[in-house]
Nanobody
Framework: QVEFVESGGGLVQPGGSLRLSCAAS????????MDWYRQAPGKQREVVAS???????NYSGSVNGRFTISRDDTQNITYLQMNSLKPEDTAVYYC???????????WGQGTQVTVSS
């Protein structure tokens, strides 16, 4: 059974930090590219950070320099380190796994991040 368990969300003040984790099971983790998406109320889901199965990373302009995506293929976990958080980062954050052949993909259940004073 394929499962993605996300954790690490919560309430943080502007300027603070959070680290999200996405633990995968039921897949061969090393043949999946991993992404973090977010969806704010009333807005479309958007990709914020991606990491290929070989470790190449890419970021959206709104988080570049503040967020860092990483992966631990020995533990089947993807991380999103979020620093200098802003109120506009408030959203539900989802991890997404894309098979390297782009023939299948999976979504996590989402974790809420709220940036507010």
């Amino acid at each position: 059974q394929v499962e993605f368990v996300e954790s690490g969300g919560g309430l943080v003040q502007p300027g603070g930090s959070l680290r999200l984790s996405c633990a995968a099971s039921g897949i061969i983790f090393g043949i999946y590219h991993m992404d973090w998406y977010r969806q704010a109320p009333g807005k479309q889901r958007e990709v914020v950070a991606s990491i290929t199965n070989s470790g190449i990373t890419n970021y959206s302009g709104s988080v570049n320099g503040r967020f860092t995506i990483s992966r631990d293929d020995t533990q089947n976990i993807t991380y999103l380190q979020m620093n200098s958080l802003k109120p506009e980062d408030t959203a539900v954050y989802y991890c997404h796994a894309q098979h390297i052949t782009f023939t299948r993909d999976y979504w996590g259940q989402g974790t809420q991040v709220t940036v507010s004073s």
